[in-house]
């Protein structure tokens, strides 16, 4: 209940309503998520994105992410499921940059970490294709493919 109130009070910032033409996009994501601990082997991950665009440069982003195949320590299983917001700053282009810095909360945990990352995008696929690097926490990091449709 704690996250889905956060995801509302954030998407209500806006007094825009979500229309065609709006200064919305969404998108989705599949990749890895890594231990920098020395985790024998990686957790699959799906993500789904909703973002607020504030100008052509600045955006609000809030990501959930789920293991979709758990990573693997030795014969224990472990997931790394997610909530964060970012704010997310885009160069102009036919190719852009991305940094973006915001917070996390792994696992549903009673903590957020400072999470940062860094993506390239490109015009493909029906919207914005993007490969990203997300440091997630102190030793997990998300590397992500995922496509954002503008609406």
């Known amino acids: 209940m704690k996250k889905l109130s956060l995801l509302i009070f954030l998407l209500s910032l ?6 065609a033409n709006s200064p919305f996009y969404m998108g989705v994501k599949l990749g890895v998520v890594e231990n920098s ?10 993500a ?3 973002s607020y665009v504030h100008n052509r440069h600045l955006a609000t ?3 959930i992410s ?17 909530l964060s ?8 282009g036919s190719v ?7 917070l996390t909360d792994l696992d549903g945990g009673d903590s957020l970490s400072l999470a940062t990352g860094l993506g390239i995008s490109y015009w493909s696929l029906g919207g914005l294709a993007e490969v990203e690097y997300t440091r997630l926490d102190d030793e997990l990091y998300f590397i992500s493919f995922g496509v954002n449709y503008f609406y």
């Open 37 to 46: 601990g020395g985790i024998s082997d990686a957790a699959v991950n799906t």
């Open 85 to 92: 917001v970012f704010a997310a700053l885009r160069t102009s």
């Open 14 to 19: 806006s007094s825009q309503s979500i229309a």
């Open 61 to 63: 982003e809030v990501e």
């Open 96 to 102: 852009k940059l991305k940094i973006k810095v915001g």
């Open 48 to 50: 789904f994105d909703i």
């Open 66 to 82: 789920r293991t979709l195949i758990d990573g693997d320590n030795n014969g224990n299983s472990w997931k790394a499921d997610s």
